[in-house]
């Protein structure tokens, strides 16, 4: 009986055995196949939401470059002249077209890149934007708001808080002073401060 027993139970067990290995081979498989599907399904849904973000950075981008005067080739400048530094480093000093083409030329060598229509574009945006200035310096308390606007290049609404702010509470003394002025970007004026006295 025993020795029958043996005889049927050996093979049944070894076939249990291997059923078991079998669906455990099975089982991991199919773990392996959800693991897929769901891994796949979030890669989907990390990329549409990344297409979705996108209009949202570059809405972003272009609030934080506030500093820069709207216009076409702003975005262009944003696009190709952000990979090393600030793209905002262009208001320091305003050049002739010249100088312009020169600097782009520059960048180009140390590695800007773009096709020759955006550089163009460019080139056309900073000639608009910032041409050449004298190295005169504005006298922040006695400039009118008109000499503020074009020596500096700031906007009109920009300049004329400068002067209602200086009749309303007296002369600036200092650059933090002058950044008190409400609606005047801190970081504009930064860049000008070789420009200003007080
Ligand atoms: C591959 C990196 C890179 C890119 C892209 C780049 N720059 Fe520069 N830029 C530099 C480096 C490095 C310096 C400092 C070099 C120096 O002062 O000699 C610099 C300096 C400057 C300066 C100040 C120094 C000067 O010579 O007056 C301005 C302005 C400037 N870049 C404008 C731009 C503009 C405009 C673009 C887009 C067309 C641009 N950069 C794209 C690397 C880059």
Request: net charge positive; glycine share 8%; charged share 25%.
């Amino acid at each position: 009986m025993i020795q029958m027993l043996r005889g049927v139970s050996v093979p049944t067990v070894v076939n249990v055995v291997a059923f078991g290995r079998c669906f455990q081979f099975t089982r991991a498989v199919f773990w392996g196949l959800i693991f897929c599907v769901a891994s796949s399904l979030s890669v989907v849904t990390a990329l549409g939401q990344q297409q979705a973000q996108q209009p949202q950075q570059k809405e972003h981008e272009q609030q934080q470059h506030a500093e820069l005067p709207a216009g076409p080739g702003k975005d262009t400048l944003i696009r190709a002249c952000s990979r090393c530094h600030s793209p905002s480093n262009v208001i320091a000093n305003g050049r002739n077209r010249e100088g312009w083409e020169e600097l782009i030329t520059k960048m180009v060598g140390l590695g800007a890149v773009g096709t020759d229509e955006d550089f163009t574009e460019i080139l056309d945006y900073l000639v608009k934007n910032f041409p050449q200035q004298s190295n005169v310096k504005i006298n922040v308390n006695k400039a009118t708001a008109k000499e503020l606007e074009t020596g500096l290049v700031l906007s009109t609404k920009e300049s004329e808080g400068i002067v209602t702010y200086r009749e309303k509470n007296g002369d600036f003394k200092s650059l933090d002073d002058l950044k008190k002025v409400p609606g005047l970007d801190a970081q504009k004026i930064d860049l000008k401060k070789n420009r200003l006295t007080f």
